[in-house]
């Protein structure tokens, strides 16, 4: 099925293959950490970040599930707010009580 909206659709194939094939040839341990990086890129895609408070100022942003060990056991692009398929692949909990200023996410 080919997503008409999908902002990563040049390098999709190549992009599954590579998760695909991370999660097929390793075993994380219990220890796994949600990690979100910076990827330097300065050409030009609608989705390309600006963090002025890091070094790499412009980039694109990812979201990686990382083993102890530093090996990339998932990863997804941050292709900008899209509210329908962020409902339809997490399922989350979010607490917006300004009282709590921590957000509680859980993954199933």
Not at 45 to 57: D, G, H, M, S, T
Not at 75 to 89: C, F, I, P, S
Not at 92 to 101: G, L, Q
Request: aromatic content about 12%; hydrophobic content about 30%.
């Amino acid at each position: 099925m080919v997503d008409s909206h999908d902002r990563l659709w040049k390098i999709r194939d190549l992009f599954e293959i590579l998760r695909t094939n991370f999660a097929k040839l390793y075993n994380p341990s219990k220890h796994l950490v949600a990690d979100e990086v910076t990827v330097k890129f300065k050409g030009r895609v609608i989705f390309k970040q600006y963090i002025p408070k890091k070094r790499k100022c412009f980039g694109i942003k990812m979201y990686k599930l990382c083993d102890c060990s530093g090996y990339t056991y998932d990863m997804d692009v941050y292709l900008g707010k899209d509210e329908q398929r962020a409902t339809q692949h997490l399922t989350a909990t979010h607490t917006s009580d300004k009282s709590d200023k921590k957000s509680r996410w859980s993954w199933s």
